[in-house]
């Protein structure tokens, strides 16, 4: 399966220490890889937040329509029995450079699972354009740690 994690999830891989209440990522957007993801959430106890197939997102004209009339941002996947419940948020629109991160990634380990990050630098170059007072946080966070100049 061909995913990056992309938000606050990967911050903390990254070594700092906060709290997140969901996690991000980003996704290789084939019909196959989709089904992988979807079927390895639904092994974990998750399911889809709303009644259509992830698979949509491998068509760009779906992609379109979800976007501009429904404003989707991200395909939630929950886990309903969660206390709280968590969220696994797939970025809708695709990482413009998803191959060229894919294969910088930076792998990290979550209770001895792999778990691939996006570089660094992208990661801090997302959050300082989200400009949210949290991410320009993980930013200061991240260079007072050393991880980006």
Do not use: C
């Given at each position: 399966?061909?995913?990056?994690?992309?938000?606050?999830?990967?911050?903390?891989?990254?070594?700092?220490?906060?709290?997140?209440?969901?996690?991000?990522?980003?996704?290789?957007?084939?019909?196959?890889?989709?089904?992988?993801?979807?079927?390895?959430?639904?092994?974990?106890?998750?399911?889809?937040?709303?009644?259509?197939?992830?698979?949509?997102?491998?068509?760009?004209?779906?992609?379109?329509?979800?976007?501009q009339r429904k404003g989707m941002k991200v395909y939630?996947?929950?886990?309903?029995?969660?206390?709280?419940?968590?969220?696994?948020?797939?970025?809708?629109?695709?990482?413009?450079?998803?191959?060229?991160?894919?294969?910088?990634?930076?792998?990290?380990?979550?209770?001895?699972?792999?778990?691939?990050?996006?570089?660094?630098?992208?990661?801090?170059?997302?959050?300082?354009?989200?400009?949210?007072?949290?991410?320009?946080?993980?930013?200061?966070?991240?260079?007072?740690?050393?991880?980006?100049?």
């Open positions: 399966m061909k995913y990056l994690v992309i938000g606050g999830l990967a911050v903390v891989l990254y070594g700092i220490q906060r709290m997140t209440s969901d996690v991000d990522v980003s996704v290789h957007l084939t019909t196959d890889n989709l089904k992988r993801l979807a079927e390895a959430l639904k092994q974990l106890g998750f399911v889809p937040r709303v009644p259509a197939p992830i698979t949509g997102l491998a068509d760009p004209k779906t992609r379109r329509l979800w976007t939630s996947f929950i886990e309903p029995y969660g206390i709280p419940p968590r969220n696994v948020d797939v970025m809708v629109t695709p990482l413009e450079n998803f191959e060229a991160f894919y294969q910088k990634r930076t792998m990290a380990s979550l209770r001895g699972v792999p778990v691939p990050l996006i570089p660094v630098n992208e990661l801090a170059r997302m959050k300082r354009k989200a400009g949210r007072p949290q991410d320009l946080q993980d930013v200061q966070d991240l260079r007072l740690l050393g991880k980006i100049p």
